[in-house]
Structure formats: structure tokens, C-alpha cells
């Protein structure tokens, strides 16, 4: 079974900076891809940034420069280190994991990213 827990999120203001956690259990965690989505009210899911197992990280063009995603395989997280926050990255983030063993998509509960003054 595996299973997505985030932390880290909060209330911050403008030009701020947060970190985000996920601890994955399960097997297999090094050859998965890991990365953060997040979803706006009102709007659709969107990716922020994913590695691969390969070690090639993708970002969203709204964070590049600001967002710096990374990975631990011998503690299975992953964190993402938001810098320069601004009130349009308020949302709320969820830990994304694709399982190469089992060939499927899974997901954090969420956590929620509030920039405000």
C-alpha cells in the first residue's frame, strides 16, 4: 500500500518562504517519480515540479527560480523549497507519486499554501 503525507504548509506573506514534505511509504520509492501538483480554488490541478528517477526535475514556468524540488531516497521524501512566494501560489499542494512497479498515479490528502498580508 502506499501511502502520501505532506507537511510543511501555512499561512505566509508576500516575498516569504515555506518548505514542503513528503514521506511515501512503500516499496520501490527510488525508480518512482515524486513531484507537487496544486489546485487554486477555482481552478484545475496543476503540476509545480516532479522528478524523475533519473534525477531530471520539471518545473511549472510560474516557479521557476523561486521552487527548488528535491528528493531523499534513503529517507522516501521528497521536499519542495518555495522562495519569493506570492499570493497566486496560494493553493492547495499535493504530494504526487507514479509507481513504476504497480503502473499507477497516487496522491497526498493535501496541504494548504496561503500568501497574504
Known amino acids: 500500500q502506499v501511502q502520501l503525507v505532506e507537511s510543511g504548509g501555512g499561512l505566509v506573506q508576500p516575498g516569504g518562504s515555506l518548505r514542503l514534505s513528503c514521506l511515501a511509504s512503500g516499496t520501490s520509492f527510488s525508480i518512482d517519480s515524486m513531484g507537487w501538483y496544486r489546485q487554486a480554488p477555482g481552478k484545475q490541478r496543476e503540476l509545480v515540479a516532479l522528478?524523475?528517477?533519473?534525477?531530471?526535475?520539471n518545473y511549472a514556468d510560474s516557479v521557476k527560480g523561486r521552487f527548488t524540488l528535491s528528493r531523499d531516497n534513503a529517507k522516501n521524501t521528497v521536499s519542495l523549497q518555495m522562495n519569493s512566494l506570492k499570493p497566486e501560489d496560494t493553493a492547495v499542494y499535493y504530494c504526487?507519486?507514479?509507481?513504476?512497479?504497480?503502473?499507477?498515479?497516487?496522491w497526498g490528502k493535501g496541504t494548504l499554501v496561503t500568501v497574504s498580508s
Open positions: 522528478i524523475i528517477s533519473a534525477g531530471n526535475t
Open positions: 504526487y507519486r507514479y509507481s513504476v512497479r504497480y503502473g499507477m498515479d497516487y
